[in-house]
C-alpha cells in the first residue's frame, strides 16, 4: 500500500506562484508515473501535468508555459511549480501515482488533495 500526502496548497493572487509537493510512503518497491490532477467545483477532474520514472513530461494545454512538474525518485516525491497562475486554476489538486510492488503487481494510488485558491 502507498500513501501519497500533498502539501503546498494555499490562497493567493492572479499572476503569483505556488509549489505543490507530493511525497510517496509506504512499502515501495518503485513508483512509476507520477502525475498531478485537478478538480474544480462542478467540474470533472482533469489530468494537469505527468512524469514517467525517466522524466519524460506531459502537460495540459491549460497550464504549458506556466506549469513545470518534477520528481526526485530517490525520496518518491514529485512537484508542481505553479507560475503566472489564474482564477480559472482554483481548484483542489491531486498527486497520483503508478506503483510496481515487490509481488509486481500494479497500482494506482490518489493522495486526498490540497486546495489551491487564486483570487483575480
Known amino acids: 500500500q502507498v500513501r501519497l500526502v500533498e502539501s503546498g496548497g494555499g490562497l493567493v493572487q492572479a499572476g503569483g506562484s505556488l509549489r505543490l509537493s507530493c511525497a510517496a510512503s509506504?512499502?515501495?518497491?518503485?513508483?512509476?508515473?507520477m502525475a498531478w490532477y485537478r478538480q474544480a467545483p462542478g467540474k470533472e477532474r482533469e489530468l494537469v501535468a505527468g512524469?514517467?520514472?525517466?522524466?519524460?513530461?506531459n502537460y495540459a494545454d491549460s497550464v504549458k508555459g506556466r506549469f513545470t512538474i518534477s520528481r526526485d525518485n530517490a525520496k518518491n516525491m514529485v512537484y508542481l511549480q505553479m507560475n503566472s497562475l489564474k482564477p480559472e486554476d482554483t481548484a483542489v489538486y491531486y498527486c497520483?501515482?503508478?506503483?510496481?510492488?515487490?509481488?509486481?503487481?500494479?497500482?494506482?494510488?490518489w493522495g486526498q488533495g490540497t486546495q489551491v485558491t487564486v483570487s483575480s
Open positions: 512524469i514517467t520514472r525517466g522524466g519524460s513530461t
Open positions: 509506504g512499502n515501495i518497491f518503485r513508483i512509476n508515473t
Open positions: 497520483n501515482a503508478d506503483e510496481l510492488s515487490y509481488e509486481f503487481q500494479q497500482g494506482n494510488y
